[in-house]
């Protein structure tokens, strides 16, 4: 067994994107609860639509206050999604020195995101990764509906496995497969490590769950048993896909801590503190969030 693992928070992206738009200090309120937690790694926003996505309109702004949040809290990696080569650049240019881009395996959920299918997504990968390293900045490919699609339904491993081939052979740094619409189990999270592990070489790959049908942590943990080291988690359990209907309940940082704490895995994030920044989330979306540990709290330790 692994003995850590890292997180990704990505409540401020993929948490706020389904949410109404709140104010610019809300958001960095949240973040400042997050930093607190020791997260090392916070996907900050998305340089996209802002008609698609108005809840991150304010991406460039956000991007101004990470020098400052970086000069405060020491090494931390902001990063930020980017739908094509135009959002690329424009990360870029706001001083953004880690991006991700995402690659739909299925046609139906490509189009419906971004307006264009796999193979079209999947060629602009070239054009994304050289804006980025010209800039100096890393790059990730997510592979979104890894496991399902809500229009196409089950995605053959192959089509993953396709996107990332070209992925690490235009030579994106890091990879990521994700359950958009959290559909997968363990069973099927294994099987597509398996597929994907003769092609990746040296680039690390990454997993994304939701807990929309109650297995998003079991799925982490059955990825965690495969090797993977980086998870995605979004503290309360914010978030889903405004372009994947059903789509809900990214697994919530705290819940994943407890798990990998007891079981012996370091992930460097304070539980405590974790707990409060749910808290501060739920109240700067002003309803209630599925998080397990922000309703019960942590067990009692003696």
Same mark, same amino acid.
């Not at 994304?128 to 997510?142: K, L, S, Y």
């Given at each position: 067994?692994?003995?850590?693992?890292?997180?990704?928070?990505?409540?401020?992206?993929?948490?706020?994107?389904? $949410?109404?738009?709140?104010?610019?200090a809300?958001?960095?309120?949240?973040?400042?609860?997050?930093? &607190?937690?020791?997260?090392?790694?916070?996907?900050?926003?998305?340089?996209?639509?802002?008609?698609?996505?108005?809840?991150?309109?304010?991406?460039?702004?956000?991007?101004?206050?990470?020098?400052?949040?970086?000069?405060?809290?020491?090494?931390?990696?902001?990063?930020?999604?980017?739908?094509?080569?135009?959002?690329?650049?424009?990360?870029?240019?706001?001083?953004?020195t880690?991006? $991700?881009?995402?690659?739909?395996?299925?046609?139906?959920?490509?189009?419906?995101?971004?307006?264009?299918?796999?193979?079209?997504?999947?060629?602009?990968?070239?054009?994304?990764?050289?804006?980025?390293?010209?800039?100096?900045a890393?790059? $990730?490919?997510?592979?979104?509906?890894?496991?399902?699609?809500?229009?196409?339904?089950?995605?053959?491993?192959?089509?993953v496995?396709?996107?990332?081939?070209?992925?690490? $052979?235009?030579?994106?740094?890091?990879?990521?497969?994700?359950?958009?619409i959290?559909?997968?189990?363990?069973?099927?999270?294994t099987?597509?490590?398996?597929?994907?592990?003769?092609?990746?070489?040296?680039?690390?790959?990454?997993?994304?769950?939701?807990?929309?049908?109650?297995?998003?942590?079991?799925?982490?943990?059955?990825?965690?048993?495969?090797?993977?080291?980086?998870?995605?988690?979004?503290?309360?359990?914010?978030?889903?896909?405004?372009?994947?209907?059903?789509?809900?309940?990214?697994?919530?940082?705290?819940?994943?801590?407890?798990?990998?704490?007891?079981?012996?895995?370091?992930?460097?994030?304070?539980?405590? &503190?974790?707990?409060?920044?749910?808290?501060?989330?739920?109240? &700067?979306?002003?309803?209630?969030?599925?998080?397990?540990?922000?309703r019960?709290?942590?067990?009692?330790?003696?």
């Amino acid at each position: 067994m692994i003995g850590s693992v890292t997180i990704r928070e990505v409540c401020l992206r993929d948490g706020l994107q389904i $949410e109404r738009p709140i104010p610019l200090a809300a958001k960095l309120a949240l973040l400042e609860a997050v930093l &607190a937690t020791g997260v090392r790694e916070v996907e900050v926003t998305a340089f996209v639509s802002p008609s698609k996505v108005p809840a991150l309109a304010d991406a460039a702004a956000l991007a101004a206050e990470l020098p400052r949040l970086r000069q405060q809290h020491g090494d931390v990696e902001f990063s930020a999604l980017v739908a094509g080569p135009g959002g690329a650049a424009r990360a870029v240019a706001a001083g953004m020195t880690s991006l $991700e881009y995402v690659v739909s395996a299925a046609d139906g959920h490509s189009r419906a995101n971004v307006g264009r299918g796999t193979a079209e997504s999947t060629d602009l990968i070239a054009d994304i990764t050289r804006i980025a390293h010209d800039g100096g900045a890393t790059i $990730e490919v997510i592979v979104a509906t890894a496991w399902d699609c809500p229009f196409d339904g089950p995605t053959d491993p192959a089509r993953v496995r396709d996107v990332v081939t070209a992925a690490v $052979e235009l030579g994106t740094d890091r990879v990521a497969v994700a359950d958009t619409i959290g559909t997968t189990t363990p069973r099927r999270v294994t099987t597509l490590l398996d597929v994907l592990r003769p092609v990746l070489g040296d680039v690390p790959v990454g997993a994304h769950f939701h807990d929309t049908r109650g297995a998003g942590l079991a799925s982490a943990w059955a990825a965690v048993t495969a090797g993977v080291t980086r998870l995605d988690a979004s503290v309360g359990g914010l978030g889903g896909c405004p372009f994947a209907p059903g789509a809900s309940g990214n697994i919530a940082t705290e819940d994943l801590v407890y798990l990998l704490r007891d079981s012996g895995i370091d992930t460097g994030v304070d539980l405590t &503190a974790a707990i409060h920044a749910a808290a501060v989330a739920r109240d &700067a979306v002003g309803h209630d969030l599925p998080s397990a540990l922000l309703r019960a709290g942590d067990r009692i330790l003696g």
